[in-house]
């Protein structure tokens, strides 16, 4: 059976969606796919000044009515800053922009806050004590599992999305899985058969390999690649935070309780 794979610039990075199939229908599928994926980038992202993101860090305490994605992304991540006591925060925009990491759109802001300053009433949200709100901690892995459901519901029985290190698949593909190690190296982690992945890395050499940050106002991050596995690619993606900062004698039973496993190298995982 013929596969058909695609690729476009996406998410600030290069986002590929394949399937078990090449006709029309996947055609259209895939294609479908991408838009999701585009919306979610244009909503979720800090960089885009017009973003919903971008409009509730400035709304200055103002309840702002949001997209739909918007509303669950928010909720997904309120709901992670609690469940693993700040080890994933997503008030953590104000530290991101004075460290530079994160563009700076204007105003003040707290540097960081906890759940309890998001405030979720219908399709609004407010943010109180002046926290900014960051979603690169969990959007990629949202983003790739709407785009899976996209495929599913066009009808498509196995597939996958990679963003550039999130990945899902489903159905009866079995995907080989790869991580970039701080040395440059490549390590197999083995297959995978319907889960998510994802990795973060923490170094003190941030450069284009290595263009993300992991902060946080609890504890130091632990150098070195940290790959979870969890059934949905948000969850996966939040969990990379929590794995980099958690103690190491209770890594693997915190990630476990969150819905995740940390991953290392092995055989077909699902």
């Avoid at 926290?131 to 690169?136: G, R």
Wanted: charged share 20%; hydrophobic share 40%; with cysteine.
């Amino acid at each position: 059976m013929a596969t058909l794979k695609r690729m476009r610039p996406l998410l600030g990075t290069f986002v590929e969606i394949g399937c078990g199939q090449s006709d029309n229908n996947a055609e259209q599928a895939v294609s479908l796919a991408f838009g999701v994926i585009e919306k979610i980038h244009y909503l979720l992202s800090f960089h885009e000044a017009t973003s919903d993101l971008t409009k509730l860090n400035q709304a200055k305490g103002e309840a702002l009515e949001v997209d739909a994605h918007t509303l669950r992304a928010m909720r997904l991540a309120r709901g992670m800053t609690i469940a693993s006591a700040g080890l994933f925060n997503c008030t953590l925009g104000g530290t991101m922009v004075r460290n530079h990491v994160l563009p700076n759109h204007g105003g003040a802001s707290a540097s960081s806050g906890s759940a309890n300053d998001i405030r979720i009433s219908g399709n609004k949200i407010k943010l109180l004590n002046s926290v900014k709100i960051t979603l690169d901690g969990i959007a990629k892995g949202y983003a790739v599992d709407c785009a899976i459901s996209t495929m599913k519901r066009c009808g498509l029985a196995a597939g996958w999305v990679n963003a550039g290190g999130d990945l899902r698949v489903y159905g009866d593909c079995v995907l080989p899985v790869q991580r970039r190690e701080l040395n440059g190296e490549y390590v197999a982690l083995g297959g995978m058969k319907n889960a998510a992945i994802a990795t973060s890395t923490v170094t003190t050499d941030y450069d284009d390999k290595f263009p993300g940050k992991i902060m946080s106002d609890l504890t130091t991050p632990y150098l070195g690649s940290w790959s979870v596995m969890a059934h949905m690619a948000w969850r996966a993606d939040a969990l990379t935070k929590v794995a980099c900062l958690a103690e190491a004698s209770q890594r693997e039973a915190l990630i476990a309780s969150l819905g995740g496993m940390i991953v290392t190298p092995q055989g077909v995982f699902h």
